[in-house]
């Protein structure tokens, strides 16, 4: 059984370009959340999706962007660049009806110079 | 609003020997909390969690924690570490099942013989 797949699993950009990185979910599930991990710090929420849309939102500028596609896949697009997003982006999953448990995938370590 | 304080950045401790990492959450309503791991360049992988009931939760790889809701807190415990329980970790804050994790900043434990 597939856990949470991300890719890339690096990536590396200039200040002022966009990015997308892409995440599967653990098979069975349904809801896909992305958070931003910084250098030494915990992760902080970005955004998560269910049935293809936006359900909830933590405090991340428009800059920061998703996607659900029907089979549960997921897309974070990140518009102008700004070397403060240099961080690990990681996809957790979870099954909507009695979900306590988000499974992570190994993150996308995003370095913008 | 919900925040995490995980009170130690760091415990180093040598092998077999008892440790504790702590951590305090401030929320007005019910809370899920959780222990996540983070081994070096990976994802996080769920140690325990407390939904309801017993305030004692034991989880994978011998760690346990207690749910303590006069004091808001919910410290991890391990009465033997192993070198290879040298890692990063996180306590986490939900108010709804599968909704926004709210991550402290992390404790490294580091365990040497």
């Known amino acids: 059984d597939a856990g949470v797949t991300q890719s890339p699993t690096h990536l590396i950009k200039t200040r002022g370009q966009q990015v997308t990185l892409r995440c599967s979910p653990k098979s069975g599930h349904d809801t896909v959340s992305w958070y931003q991990q910084a250098l030494g710090q915990g992760p902080q929420f970005i955004f998560q999706y269910y049935e293809e849309e936006e359900r909830q939102r933590g405090n991340f500028p428009d800059r920061f962007s998703g996607h659900q596609f029907p089979n549960y896949s997921s897309e974070l697009n990140v518009n102008a660049l700004l070397l403060g997003d240099s961080a690990l982006y990681l996809c957790?999953?979870?099954?909507?009806?009695?979900?306590?448990?988000?499974?992570f995938g190994p993150g996308t370590r995003l370095t913008v110079t | 609003a919900q925040s995490v304080t995980q009170l130690d950045s760091q415990v180093p401790v040598f092998e077999e020997a008892p440790v504790e990492l702590r951590c305090n959450y401030s929320?007005?309503?019910?809370?899920?909390l959780f222990w996540y791991v983070q081994y070096p360049n990976q994802g996080l992988q769920l140690l325990l969690k407390?939904?309801?009931?017993?305030?004692l939760v034991k989880g994978i790889n011998g760690f346990e924690a207690e749910f303590n809701k006069s004091q808001t807190s919910f410290h991890l415990r391990k009465p033997s570490v192993h070198i290879s329980d040298t890692a990063e970790y996180f306590c986490a804050v939900s108010e709804k099942a599968g909704t926004a994790l709210i991550f402290g900043k992390g404790t490294t434990l580091s365990v040497s013989s």
């Open positions: 957790a999953s979870s099954l909507d009806r009695g979900a306590y448990e988000q499974y």
């Open positions: 407390y939904l309801s009931g017993s305030t």
């Open positions: 929320s007005s309503v019910s809370v899920y």
